[in-house]
DNA sequence: AAAATAGAAAATATCCAATTTTAAAATGGA
DNA sequence: TCCATTTTAAAATTGGATATTTTCTATTTT
């Protein structure tokens, strides 16, 4: 579904440019420039950096206008923690009341995300974005027969953060090969397979390593501005 | 801390409003009415219904304008759910990590607490939104060790969506007396020993007797207009 | 030279009026 | 009663105007 208004279109490219580290961790975002960039008036661009604070990926500061949200190995470990928790939870959920719907959908995003990984892994060079679509499609397939829409929801948050340290972290060192790919073979079958505590293991283990990649960097340096405060504000709901 | 700007002092009431249900489940949010009623433009009302869609207080489907998010027991059993999956998980963290500011906190916090729990309940008359205020912040002392701003985060999400139909419901029930006094006692005991399993379960109880106040009525009868649809959309950030 | 201050320039937060789009309601026949 | 059309009420956006607040820079003071 696309966008029906124009807020909701710019939101959708601030937010991704935000996620894919184009607008970086501590930019100051001045409405005349986002004007210009976006070319969306001033009340428009507002009330989309409003949503984007509520998603906690720009601070609003005050009277001092809005910044990326700056980024800290603190807060990395922070939305590691509460995403395992969350992905974890929901995934047993999940397989509680799967039925064949569930599987269903399940496999089939395995699939896509399969096939391109296989592309992408032969040839590194052909990376797309369309990875990290699937990626989470997959994550979202695992645990969308939990039943509860909040629960979604924050995870879809903790997912898109979680996202953003990844992006950042590939803008210096190469996209990991292989190994990912393993991991989702054996993600698959232990959901198949209906074994939650294995399936949440491994779930664990994967978060745990797609973190890593930033990690691994010491990525927590000069970042646009001064102050790289704690997180977010308030924020809300999922995708529809 | 009192609000810096004219939009987060709009919000905070408009908040306030949803929350002690003035302003109820379903309800359109006519921007011209808002304007008279809270004395702001048209841009500042968006930019503050657009937070309080991130908090899942208000909807804003489409291209027809904002209404209150309504109300529904599935709804409500999802929020039950999900904070007391956080404010469990919280309040053992906070254990583990316990120290002497932490426990001062939580011993403060009940004081309050339990002094006007004492007075209303002599009194019931005397009913104040202070009450509310108060075991707010004695649940917030509990969790406030346990180190994760996402977590204290969503947490005051579900704490505000779960306080709204527990205001939901003292407008068609006396407030319930006693028991929570006694409730809140325990919690601090287990709290104070350190007992997380004891704690969780006591809190667990806790959060699932409150939210019966509501079920107890059915209360999800006609609200304000039409489709009663699902939750939230995105959502984010705590209060600083 | 460090600190404090005054003034200028830049950027925010708000509001208002006007236009374009959309959705919901009313109307007028088949 | 059920469509199709017209009307009407709101919402979504824009552009511009205005106080206020920050931030920057040059000037003084200690």
Known sequence: MRPTTLTEAVYGRIRNDILLG???????????????????????????????????????????????????????????????????HAARLSIQSADLDWESRVVGAYHKLSKI?????????????????????????????????????????????????????????????DQSRREHREILDAALARDADRLTALLTAHITKGAELYVEQDLTRAQGTK???????RHAGPRK
């Open 22 to 88: 184009l607008l970086k961790p501590g930019d100051k975002l001045k409405l005349e420039s986002l004007r210009q960039r976006y070319d969306a008036s001033i009340n428009t661009l507002r009330e989309t950096l409003s949503r984007l604070v509520a998603d906690g990926l720009v601070a609003n500061e005050g009277q001092r206008g809005f910044t990326v949200v700056p980024t800290s190995l603190a807060d990395l470990r922070d939305i590691t923690e509460m995403r395992q928790l969350l992905e974890c």
């Open 227 to 233: 102050r790289r405060g704690p997180p977010p504000r």
């Open 117 to 177: 990984e296989q592309v992408i892994d032969t040839d590194p060079k052909r990376y797309s974005p369309l990875l990290e679509a699937y990626n989470r499609q997959f994550h979202g397939a695992l645990i969308s027969a939990c039943g509860s829409r909040w629960l979604l929801n924050f995870h879809g948050v903790m997912y898109d953060q979680s996202l953003r340290y990844r992006m950042l972290a590939f803008q210096v060192r190469d996209f990991p090969r």
